[in-house]
Every structure is written in structure tokens, then in C-alpha cells.
């Protein structure tokens, strides 16, 4: 079966700069990736998603990359916010989401003001 | 997008004792699914609710243990049997519109074993 390896687990950094996290898969058949944001006591939320045949997405400060060869894909956060603080988790999943999701293990985002 | 309610939010169960939680969406959804997030932790996938047939589990998780119903395009429930103190997660619903489309989590079941 699918296996998403995410890290860093526990990411602290600056207000107003830049938060990666990184995903790896490992099945090829895999072609949906989203990534949820969850916040202490609440239900997960999906802030972006990305399909195999896009290599990127932005949504406002988040984008999403994906490269189909590595099997990696990364979460790019720009310009962050006290109210960015969470767990983020990414999955991954077969059938163009219509398959239930395999997560990451989460990571945990501290933004220091 | 959905609006998705499960009930109940929250128990406290004896151990050997059996409880259903409710997923209830406010528009028929093609895809169900529900999860298990342990204290802590990610989210694992329990099994794909399929409406009108019997549900598919992953690797790990049994009917037996939880039994899974899906009568119509808008309703699921979650049955944990016989539970045991390693039953103490949240128990999470999701739903997606159609094939391609994202899922979308409800507000999970806390469930606590004593």
C-alpha cells in the first residue's frame, strides 16, 4: 500500500517568512495530493490540493509542488501569520481522490512573533 | 461546500460496551469515508463507506470491530465494538461530492475508554 513520509515534524520559524514541508509517496499510482491544516480540537481542513498532471499550484500565500518522478511533493507557505499555527498534514491517494486518503504524519508549524 | 455533522461529538464508554456514531451530510455525496486520529497523531484511513453494499476496509481494521452502514447518499454510521482502552481516538467522517472531487472532514467523535 501507499506510505507518506512528511518532515519536518516540528517547524518553528519567523513571522513573515517562508514554511516548507516536504512529502514523499511511494505508490506511482498515487495522483491526487491535499494538504489539511488542523488546528488544536478541530477538524482537519483542506487548504490546497494538487492533481499528477500539474506540477504546481498557488492559492493566494500557499502554493503546492509536485514532482511525479521523485515522488515528492512540498507545501510553500510565504509571508506567515500568527493564525498559520498547526498541524499540517499531507496525503496522498489513487483514483483522483475518489480513494480514501493515505496521511503524512503531520508537522507541527510554530510561528514566532 | 457540505455541511457535514456527526454526532455524538464526544463519549465516555465502559470497556466491552459498543457505540454508533452518526455522519450526516446536507447533500448527497458520492464518496464516504471514515478515520481514526489516536491522541496526537495522523489520520488512518478505517474503510470507504459504500452506499448500498458492504464496506471496504484497509489493511488492519475489521467488519467485526466496525461495522460500517451507508442506506443512502447522505447518512453513514460508524459502529466501535466491544472497545477497549486502544479504542480512545477521534473517530472522523469525510465526505467528497463526486469522483475528483475533495474531501471534506467532519467535526470527529471523541471517544474515550475507561
Same mark, same amino acid.
Not at chain 1, 488542523?38 to 487548504?47: A, D, V, Y
Not at chain 2, 481514526?36 to 464496506?55: K, V
Not at chain 2, 470491530?65 to 469525510?94: A, G, H, Q
Given at each position: 500500500?501507499?506510505?507518506?513520509?512528511?518532515?519536518?515534524?516540528?517547524?518553528? &520559524?519567523? !513571522?513573515?517568512?517562508?514554511?516548507? @514541508?516536504?512529502? %514523499?509517496?511511494?505508490?506511482? $499510482?498515487?495522483?491526487?495530493?491535499?494538504?489539511?491544516?488542523?488546528?488544536?480540537?478541530?477538524?482537519?481542513?483542506?487548504?490546497?490540493?494538487?492533481?499528477?498532471? &500539474?506540477? !504546481?499550484?498557488?492559492?493566494?500565500? @500557499?502554493?503546492? %509542488?509536485?514532482?511525479?518522478? $521523485?515522488?515528492?511533493?512540498?507545501?510553500?507557505?510565504?509571508?506567515?501569520?500568527?493564525?498559520?499555527?498547526?498541524?499540517?498534514?499531507?496525503?496522498?491517494?489513487?483514483?483522483?481522490?475518489?480513494?480514501?486518503?493515505?496521511?503524512?504524519?503531520?508537522?507541527?508549524?510554530?510561528?514566532?512573533? | 461546500?457540505?455541511?457535514?455533522?456527526?454526532?455524538?461529538?464526544?463519549?465516555?464508554?465502559?470497556?466491552?460496551?459498543?457505540?454508533?456514531?452518526?455522519?450526516?451530510?446536507?447533500?448527497?455525496?458520492?464518496?464516504?469515508?471514515?478515520?481514526?486520529?489516536?491522541?496526537?497523531?495522523?489520520?488512518?484511513?478505517?474503510?470507504?463507506a459504500?452506499q448500498?453494499?458492504?464496506?471496504?476496509?484497509?489493511?488492519?481494521?475489521?467488519?467485526?470491530?466496525?461495522?460500517?452502514s451507508r442506506?443512502?447518499?447522505?447518512?453513514s454510521?460508524?459502529?466501535?465494538?466491544?472497545?477497549?482502552?486502544?479504542?480512545?481516538?477521534?473517530?472522523?467522517?469525510?465526505?467528497?461530492?463526486?469522483?475528483?472531487?475533495?474531501?471534506?472532514?467532519?467535526?470527529?467523535?471523541?471517544?474515550?475508554?475507561?
Amino acid at each position: 500500500g501507499e506510505n507518506v513520509e512528511q518532515h519536518p515534524s516540528t517547524l518553528s &520559524v519567523q !513571522e513573515g517568512d517562508s514554511a516548507v @514541508i516536504k512529502c %514523499t509517496y511511494s505508490d506511482s $499510482a498515487s495522483n491526487y495530493f491535499p494538504w489539511y491544516k488542523q488546528e488544536l480540537g478541530k477538524r482537519p481542513q483542506l487548504i490546497i490540493d494538487i492533481r499528477s498532471n &500539474v506540477g !504546481e499550484k498557488k492559492d493566494q500565500r @500557499i502554493a503546492v %509542488t509536485l514532482n511525479k518522478t $521523485a515522488k515528492h511533493f512540498s507545501l510553500h507557505i510565504t509571508e506567515t501569520q500568527p493564525e498559520d499555527s498547526a498541524v499540517y498534514f499531507c496525503a496522498a491517494a489513487r483514483g483522483g481522490g475518489a480513494d480514501g486518503l493515505t496521511f503524512g504524519k503531520g508537522t507541527h508549524l510554530i510561528i514566532q512573533p | 461546500s457540505a455541511v457535514i455533522s456527526q454526532k455524538p461529538s464526544r463519549d465516555i464508554c465502559q470497556r466491552g460496551t459498543s457505540l454508533t456514531i452518526q455522519c450526516q451530510v446536507d447533500s448527497q455525496v458520492t464518496m464516504m469515508f471514515w478515520y481514526r486520529q489516536q491522541p496526537g497523531q495522523s489520520l488512518t484511513l478505517i474503510a470507504t463507506a459504500n452506499q448500498g453494499s458492504e464496506a471496504t476496509y484497509e489493511s488492519g481494521f475489521v467488519i467485526d470491530k466496525f461495522p460500517i452502514s451507508r442506506p443512502n447518499l447522505t447518512f453513514s454510521t460508524l459502529t466501535v465494538s466491544n472497545m477497549s482502552p486502544e479504542d480512545s481516538s477521534i473517530y472522523l467522517c469525510s465526505v467528497a461530492g463526486g469522483n475528483h472531487q475533495p474531501q471534506h472532514f467532519g467535526d470527529g467523535t471523541r471517544l474515550s475508554i475507561l
